[in-house]
């Protein structure tokens, strides 16, 4: 219907322009802001979130990091210690009874202590769970990695004297379960060799043992030896992508976490196991809630200043252009123009409504004086009793007045003059009364083109006749000439006798001029006369304008 109603945008009523600019303006602000959340402010919560899972893993490594270096640390007193030097020589019993006792596994939180001799013969060596504090019995340890050294010790470590500091340390999954190792040398305790043997201790990596770990460091992470890998698919693929592309880590996210897998290597630095550490999604979540809460706010605040500024609008824009609308269309279908349009205000619409009431003042004047003049020219003004045209009589009563009003309205006067060309010779062939009818037959046709009522036709002489234009530029007298000349020869009025055409033709001369105190219409008849006479003198049949 609106469609049909309005053909395009300017036909659109202002009010209606208003709300479409500011939809459009809304919609465009919203986009925005929806375009730059998801750019900006959301890859930004993503960032955040990748940086502090990435801070996460590092942690969590460090957190084992240091969990080996204390097991290092005792392993080292154990180790560069002149009763376990002793022992390893000796086998002495009571080092076993005054040192390898059950607190000593609990007290540590260690799983495993084993002693060797320099030809990887063992001494002593035994098994606990320190969780439920209980040896293990099984031989699998033993018989599985000590029949087969090299795994636990860096082969020719015992040859050199000054190995003190030779370690191997790493992982190792055993049927137990996984365990942290570390293999030395036995030296004396001012750490002098030659080394007489070795030594290893190890904690089992239990999943009690890494909640206990998350409980300290405030991280959530896991370890999968290859036993969990094998049963869980989705991790074993990131295992083999990882291995692929040789990267350091691998980043999964989904809506609630995110979560970052590494390789961790086992004790003959093979890649064997996988470390997950993993961040609730936090900052995106509220994140993404704030910018709802914000998204939500930002909607009600344009929507309150688009009404607002409609309002605005309604007030100061669209109800004074309505009113002067309807004003304006009461001065065109009313005769009474004496309304006024006065606003009261300062601003643009103030200086339309200033204007207008000028404008309707002005026109008012105009049409008084109009009404003045044309009572005088009732009163004064005869007709040419041949044609009925206005005589020259007129000239003198009714142009003055109007001289005056075009001068004070700067509003320009044209007249045109016609001498229908050899009239005489059209009296002499064809007699007066036929002379007569071209007459009326001429003034007819001016008549009938001059639609105005300010317009005015005069016979000025026998043949001559006077067109006067006021407030028309010397252009639309041209207009007027041209029209009458072609409207003539319409007529197609017989004349054998001229030396012009075989049918009636008129000469013409135009002149126009700005009405004031220093010109008279006298001067403007004077100039459209020269005028004509050039165009008889150079062939009629004519229109000359006034240079």
């Known amino acids: 219907m609106l469609k049909n109603k309005y053909k395009n945008f300017k ?16 919609i465009a602000i919203l986009t925005y802001i929806l375009i730059f959340e998801k750019l900006v402010i959301e890859q930004s919560f993503i960032k955040i979130e990748e940086d502090y ?40 019993p009571e080092y076993i009874i005054s040192n390898l006792v059950e607190s000593t596994f609990y007290s540590s939180s260690l799983s495993l202590i084993y002693f060797f001799d320099l030809d990887w013969n063992l001494i002593w060596g035994e098994m606990y769970n320190p969780e439920e504090e209980e040896k293990i019995t099984s031989a699998s340890f033993t018989n599985e990695y000590i029949k087969n050294p090299a795994i636990l ?79 869980d698919n989705k991790r074993i693929i990131i295992f083999e992508d990882l291995m692929q592309s040789k990267n350091d880590y691998y980043i999964e996210k989904d809506t609630d976490k995110i979560s970052i897998y590494k390789i961790l290597n086992n004790i003959n630095d093979n890649p064997q196991l996988l470390l997950e550490t993993s961040i609730n999604r936090d900052i995106t979540k509220y994140g993404t809630r704030t910018m709802n809460i914000f998204r939500i706010g930002i909607i009600i605040f344009i929507l309150m200043m688009t009404l607002i ?28 123009t004496s309304k006024s349009l006065y606003l009261n205000r300062r601003d643009e619409i103030g200086y339309l409504a200033d204007s207008i009431d000028k404008f309707i003042n002005r026109i008012n004047i105009q049409k008084e004086d109009l ?18 045209l206005s005589n020259r009589h007129i000239l003198d009563t009714h142009i003055p007045n109007l001289w005056k009003t075009l001068s004070r309205d700067k509003s320009p006067m044209s007249v045109v003059m016609i001498d229908i060309d050899h ?76 030396d012009v055409s075989d049918f009636l033709t008129v000469s013409i001369g135009v002149s126009a001029i700005n009405p004031n105190e220093d010109n008279n219409l006298n001067l403007l008849i004077e100039q459209a006369d020269n005028a004509l006479y050039t165009s008889k003198e150079t062939g009629r049949n004519k229109i000359t304008v006034y240079s």
């Open 371 to 388: 009404l003045i003049l044309n009572k005088e020219l009732k009163k004064l003004a005869t007709s040419d009793a041949l044609t009925g």
């Open 309 to 336: 500024l409609i309002l605005i609008f309604e007030e100061i824009l669209t109800k004074p252009i309505l009113k002067i609308s309807s004003f304006l269309k009461s001065v065109d279908t009313e005769e009474n």
């Open 153 to 231: 010790f860096d082969k020719g470590i015992l040859e050199m004297e000054d190995s003190q500091s030779a370690v191997k340390k790493g992982y190792l999954l055993t049927r137990e379960g996984l365990l942290y190792l570390i293999s030395r040398p036995v030296f004396r305790s001012d750490e002098t060799g030659p080394p007489v043997g070795s030594m290893i201790m190890g904690k089992m990596i239990t999943d009690t043992y890494q909640d206990l770990m998350k409980e300290r460091i405030q991280s959530d992470f896991r370890i999968y030896n290859s036993e969990d890998l094998l049963s």
């Open 423 to 498: 009239f005489k010779l059209y009296n002499d062939n064809y007699g007066h009364q036929s002379g007569d009818e071209c007459i009326k037959t001429v003034a007819q046709i001016l008549k009938s083109i001059l639609n105005r009522s300010t317009d005015m036709v005069i016979r000025y002489g026998g043949e001559e006749f006077l067109v006067i234009l006021p407030s028309t530029p010397l252009e639309g007298a041209v207009k007027v000439a041209e029209l009458i000349q072609s409207e003539l020869i319409k007529e197609k009025i017989e004349h054998k006798k001229s």
């Open 53 to 92: 899972a990435l801070k996460n893993l590092t942690r969590t490594e460090n957190s084992l990091n240091r969990e080996v270096y204390n097991l290092d640390i005792l392993l080292q007193d154990w180790s560069f210690w002149d009763d376990t030097y002793h022992f390893i020589s000796t086998k002495s």
């Open 11 to 26: 036909d659109i009523p202002i009010y209606f322009k208003i709300i479409i600019i500011m939809l459009i303006g809304f």
